[in-house]
């Protein structure tokens, strides 16, 4: 079954400290690996975007890996700020459809 | 803002009733999407359009019936629907499906509550 699991389910760091969040897919045909922010209320807005040959892409401070080997990706935050308080939503594009299929997010908070 | 907008934001309806809802994309893409977004649950594909043509229909219940008129415009009308259908109800757009690094454009959503 092509299905997304992502961890933790929810974190809470301080302001200016760095954190991971972790996916796991298991998609197959696979084709790339998204990353979303999704602000409470609001529709995701994509990160990165990463094709299996790909290892490591950075938006500003996101930093999203890829190990297409293991199947495992992460999204590496640095110097955090409040307004990165949001869902984070792991997205692997394939299966026999090649739909977008997603995790269930990672709820960021960042406290001052 | 990415280009795609729903409205309403907000509705609330009784289960008798009947309500539309509205996605218009000004980016030109010749895909639409529609998604449920249910409280601690993944995104669930509902229905997808390319060229204006119905492609998917990922066994939603009838009380849903989508409608494409041309390629900027989607709708989702909605009738005899269920407290369990409560939810964020996003639009997405793209050129093509979404495969390579092509972009899926999600709108804001309209968060529907069924009393």
Redesign the interface.
Same mark, same amino acid.
């Given at each position: 079954k092509n299905q997304?699991e992502q961890s933790p389910q929810s974190l809470i760091i301080l302001e200016g400290k760095n954190c991971t969040l972790q996916c796991n897919y298991t998609v197959s045909p696979f084709?790339?690996l998204r990353w979303y922010k999704q602000d409470t209320?609001? =529709?995701?807005?994509?990160l990165t975007?990463m094709?299996f040959s790909e290892n490591t892409k950075s938006n500003g401070r996101y930093t999203a890996t890829l190990d297409a080997d293991t199947k495992q990706s992460s999204l590496h935050i640095t110097a955090s700020q409040l307004s990165d308080s949001a869902s984070y939503?792991c997205v692997a594009?394939g299966g026999s459809? =090649?739909?977008?299929?997603?995790?269930?997010?990672t709820k960021l908070s960042v406290k001052p | 803002e990415?280009g795609?907008t729903?409205t309403p934001r907000h509705l609330v309806m009784g289960m008798t009733n009947k309500k539309s809802l509205k996605c218009e994309q000004h980016l030109g893409h010749n895909a639409m999407y529609w998604y449920k977004q249910s409280a601690?649950?993944?995104?669930e594909?509902m229905f997808?359009y390319s060229l204006e043509e119905r492609v998917?229909n990922n066994s939603v219940p009838s009380r849903f019936s989508p409608e494409c008129p041309n390629s900027s415009h989607l709708f989702l009308h909605l009738h005899t629907l269920q407290p369990e259908d409560s939810a964020?109800y996003?639009c997405?757009s793209s050129q093509d499906?979404?495969?390579?690094?092509i972009?899926?454009?999600?709108?804001?959503?309209t968060?529907l509550t069924v009393v």
């Open positions: 997304v084709s790339n209320g609001r =529709g995701p807005v994509s975007i094709t939503i594009h459809q =090649g739909n977008l299929i997603f995790g269930k997010g | 990415t795609v729903q601690k649950k993944p995104l594909l997808v998917e964020l996003l997405a499906r979404p495969q390579g690094e972009e899926a454009f999600f709108g804001q959503g968060r």
